[in-house]
């Protein structure tokens, strides 16, 4: 009896010392997963910085593209009052009107 008592110690032991080695083990990979979190929320935060920096440049971009675009138009409105002033003399030169 007292080695079968002494059997059950020892499988207990050991039964106790490979759990242990499995809580280490687990608390390894609790504590990596913990890691790679946080580095997962700095990451999500310079990906939202970055978007906000882009929609940013994006506005800057639109606004600097405009202004060609704006200096046309004003060309051509200029070009179209000038075509329309030049007509209007010579038809009143000529006493057209």
Excluded at 2 to 26: F, P, S
Excluded at 31 to 43: F, G
Excluded at 68 to 79: F, H
């Amino acid at each position: 009896m007292v080695d079968n008592m002494g059997e059950r110690v020892r499988a207990v032991e050991e039964g106790l010392k490979a759990t242990k080695e499995r809580l280490i083990k687990a608390e390894d990979i609790i504590d990596t997963i913990h890691k790679l979190t946080m580095s997962i929320d700095r990451i999500a935060g310079q990906v939202d910085m970055q978007s906000k920096d882009i929609a940013n440049m994006s506005e800057r971009i639109s606004s600097i593209e405009d202004i060609p675009r704006r200096r046309w138009n004003e060309v051509v409105k200029t070009l179209i009052a000038l075509g329309l002033g030049m007509l209007l003399e010579y038809y009143l030169k000529r006493g057209a009107i």
